[in-house]
C-alpha cells in the first residue's frame, strides 16, 4: 500500500483529518439548510474510499472464501428460495417463463438491489455507536458514516451483479442493449438508501431499540417488494403497497431492463425518483440537524 494511503488511513484511526477540505467545524456557523446545499460528496471522496475498503477488508479477514462471500450468500439464498418457492409452490413470473432457471435469473435479478438496500439499512442504525472516535472529533465529517455502508453494500454485490449478466445471457441467448439504461436506476437506489441510512444512523444513536426495529421491518419489506414474485400477482387491493414503496419500481425496472429488453417505464421511475429525493434531502436534513449532541448522547 503506499504511503501517503498508510498515513491517511493512520489520520483516520486517530481522529486527525487536516486534509479535508471541508469540515464539520466549518459547518458550525451554518443553517441545516445552508449545509444541505453545499454538501459535496466529492470533497470527501478519498476518505470515504478508505473507509469504504477499510470495511471491506475488516469484514472478511480472516475467513476461508474472503471476498467471494458477497458471491456465496446470495448464491446460498438463491438455491434455498428458488427450491421453496419454485419447485414446491411452482411461482412463475411469466407464464412464458416456465422452470427454476427462470425463477433463479428473476429472483437474483430482485435480489440485488434488495441486498444493496437491506445490507445498508441493517448496519446504519449502530454506524455512529461503532465509531465514537470519529464522532467525538471535531474536524471529521460524520454525515459520510452512514454513506460507507451504502458503497460498501454497492462493492459487495457487484460480483454477484456480473455472475447475473453472464446467467441472464445464457439464459436469454443474447445481452439486452437495454442494459445501458440501468445506471439510471442506481440513482434512485443510492440515493433512497443514504436518505434512509441518515435517518437510522441518527435515531440509533438516541433510541437504542431502532436496530430490531429496523431487522423486523426489512423482513416485512423483503415480502412487500416483488422479489419472490411478480408484481402482476398483487391483488388490485393490495397495489397501493408497490405504489408507495419505491423498491418495487426499482426491482420492476431492473427485470425489465435486464431480462425483458424494454425501457424503464418513465412515469413509474420520475415517481420513485422523487421519492428517493426527498427521502435522500429529508434524511440528511435529519442527520445534520441532530448530529450535535451525537457526542453528548454517546
Request: aromatic fraction near 12%; glycine fraction near 6%; charge should be positive.
Amino acid at each position: 500500500m503506499p504511503a501517503p494511503v498508510k498515513e491517511k488511513e493512520r489520520e483516520i484511526q486517530n481522529g486527525q483529518f487536516s486534509g479535508l477540505p471541508v469540515t464539520s467545524s466549518a459547518f458550525t456557523s451554518q443553517s441545516v439548510l445552508g449545509q444541505i446545499l453545499r454538501f459535496d460528496i466529492l470533497k470527501h471522496r478519498q476518505v470515504l474510499a478508505l473507509l469504504v475498503n477499510r470495511d471491506l477488508s475488516s469484514r472478511y479477514r480472516g475467513s476461508l472464501l474472503g471476498r467471494l462471500w458477497p458471491l456465496v450468500h446470495p448464491l446460498g439464498q438463491l438455491i434455498i428460495y428458488t427450491f421453496v418457492f419454485a419447485i414446491v409452490l411452482k411461482i412463475r413470473f411469466a407464464d412464458n417463463a416456465a422452470g427454476t432457471s427462470s425463477f433463479a435469473v428473476y429472483f437474483m435479478a430482485g435480489l440485488i438491489p434488495w441486498s444493496i438496500f437491506s445490507e445498508s439499512l441493517s448496519r446504519s442504525s449502530t454506524v455512529i455507536l461503532e465509531n465514537p472516535n470519529l464522532v467525538t472529533k471535531v474536524v471529521f465529517p460524520t454525515e459520510i458514516l452512514p454513506l460507507v455502508n451504502v458503497f460498501s453494500a454497492v462493492c459487495t454485490q457487484f460480483l454477484a451483479t456480473a455472475v447475473l449478466f453472464v446467467c441472464a445471457s445464457f439464459y436469454l441467448g443474447k445481452i439486452n442493449p437495454t442494459i445501458a439504461f440501468l445506471p439510471l436506476l442506481a440513482l434512485p437506489l443510492i440515493g433512497f438508501t443514504a436518505g434512509l441510512s441518515w435517518f437510522l444512523a441518527s435515531l440509533g444513536v438516541y433510541v437504542r431499540d431502532t436496530r430490531h426495529i429496523v431487522a423486523l421491518a426489512l423482513q416485512a419489506g423483503m415480502y412487500a417488494t416483488p422479489i419472490l414474485y411478480p408484481s402482476s400477482k398483487v391483488p388490485e387491493a393490495y397495489r397501493w403497497i408497490l405504489h408507495v414503496n419505491p423498491l418495487a419500481g426499482i426491482v420492476d425496472d431492473f427485470r425489465s431492463i435486464l431480462l425483458a429488453g424494454n425501457m424503464p417505464d418513465w412515469p413509474t421511475y420520475t415517481t420513485y425518483t422523487l421519492i428517493s429525493l426527498v427521502t435522500c434531502i429529508g434524511g440528511l436534513y435529519f442527520f445534520l440537524k441532530t448530529k450535535k449532541s451525537f457526542a453528548d448522547v454517546m
